[in-house]
């Protein structure tokens, strides 16, 4: 059986450089551009940088034009070039227009290989017109309707024209579906779009409402793929431009690079906390079982804290919050936090008093009292915690900033050193210290 070109791919992957050089010449130049589709795009330039000029034209023209032009960014500038002068002429326009656009736009995601017919043909003119364009369609089984200026007017089925009288007029077909996305938006509103009302594909406006391209499903798929990546790499406290490279392929020093910074300020934000316990050093020396107890509240935090932030940066990423919902969320989280800290305090108030640990020498008022501290540090600490996680994002969202900004790192290290103030004051005013 002919293996698919995503097999391929992974094969050429895992294959050591020579014999993946010799599994490439045995491919056809349409299978070979199907192959690069799916590699990264470091890779596919690589391949395509290596070919001779004659197998170069045929296999990019083989490759779809929002692909086309990513493989054509990554190149340097004088192969980018040559392998530019080697498109047809409709390719070079197609992969010049797509230009104009940044890359995480609707514009920059979209392709021109997309099929429309005018409101004003029959059926039979419909599908002539259509036959002379199928081999550089992606898409056929949406099919755009337009008027004489290209303005979208709505979209029929393939299978509306295959069974309609050839004397039907478009027109007559037409579902008048006309929802879109600009050129200008960003590609992760489009892919909400898409996911929402279950398309095939968005088609994509310019300012006039012209149809210019269409964004199909599979490049929704990859776009969902790499704002999760992003958002996920960002709330680690990874920074850095997202790129298709896999793990095992980006180099050390990238790496490096992408995890450094933050760590380092983490680092310096760390010695707050340090700031903090030196503070109340009297306090700890006075009655050791407060040290002991410390790692546990302040970890209690980050983890709430953590759980809160990724529950409201993954409702935020797939639209199902904006920044004005700042009060409701607040008010949700403040529930949450205070019957979470309030269950955990109650857990940790029986466990000093049932297991009297060998670290806490105290007489038995004391020992309510350093029962009563731990409790209520847990349950300021965890619903605190709450609030601040959930709060961040939307905050980051109000001043246009993205909200895994607000990395799970950055708000550990806040609510640790909250923690603590909250531990060892609490401590100070209920303890005889």
Avoid at 35 to 51: K, Y
Avoid at 108 to 123: L, Q
């Amino acid at each position: 059986d002919e293996l698919h070109p995503a097999d391929l791919a992974a094969a050429y992957e895992a294959l050591p450089a020579d014999p993946a050089a010799v599994l490439l010449g045995f491919l056809e130049d349409d299978v070979l551009a199907a192959v690069l589709t799916q590699l990264p795009l470091v890779d596919a330039e690589e391949i395509l940088l290596g070919l001779p000029d004659d197998r170069l034209a045929r296999v990019l023209d083989g490759i779809p034009d929002d692909i086309l032009v990513d493989v054509l960014q990554e190149m340097p500038g004088s192969q980018r070039g040559h392998a530019f002068h080697l498109l047809s002429e409709s390719r070079r326009r197609a992969a010049r227009e797509l230009l104009k656009f940044p890359d995480d736009s609707a514009g920059g995601r979209m392709t021109t290989a997309f099929a429309s017919v005018r409101e004003d043909m029959s059926v039979r003119q419909a599908v002539d017109s259509l036959r002379g364009i199928a081999d550089e369609t992606e898409l056929l089984a949406r099919i755009y309707v337009t008027d004489h200026e290209g303005l979208l007017l709505g979209k029929v089925r393939l299978r509306d024209l295959t069974f309609s009288d050839p004397s039907t007029l478009i027109e007559e077909l037409n579902d008048r579906d006309t929802r879109a996305v600009l050129t200008s938006a960003d590609q992760e509103k489009a892919m909400r779009m898409i996911m929402k009302y279950d398309m095939l594909a968005m088609p994509v406006l310019d300012e006039d409402g012209r149809l210019m391209g269409v964004i199909t499903h599979d490049d929704a798929l990859d776009i969902q793929q790499e704002e999760s990546t992003e958002d996920m790499e960002l709330q680690s406290g990874i920074s850095g431009e997202i790129t298709d490279e896999t793990y095992l392929n980006t180099s050390v020093l990238r790496q490096v690079r992408r995890r450094f910074g933050w760590i380092i300020s983490l680092a310096f934000l760390g010695l707050i906390s340090g700031t903090v316990i030196y503070s109340y050093q009297n306090q700890l020396n006075t009655i050791f079982a407060l040290t002991v107890y410390m790692p546990m509240i302040v970890a209690a935090g980050g983890n709430t804290g953590g759980q809160a932030a990724t529950m409201v940066v993954r409702a935020m990423s797939v639209g199902e919050l904006e920044a004005g919902a700042v009060l409701r969320v607040a008010w949700k989280e403040l529930r949450i936090g205070l019957i979470v800290g309030g269950l955990v305090a109650v857990a940790m108030v029986v466990q000093i008093f049932l297991l009297r640990p060998a670290f806490i020498t105290l007489s038995p008022p004391v020992v309510a009292q350093f029962a009563l501290t731990v409790g209520l540090a847990l349950l300021c600490q965890i619903t605190a915690s709450t609030l601040i996680g959930a709060i961040l994002p939307l905050g980051a969202r109000a001043v246009r900033l993205d909200p895994a900004v607000i990395a799970a790192p950055a708000i550990t290290t806040i609510v640790d050193a909250t923690g603590l103030l909250i531990y060892l004051n609490l401590a100070r005013a209920i303890l005889p210290i």
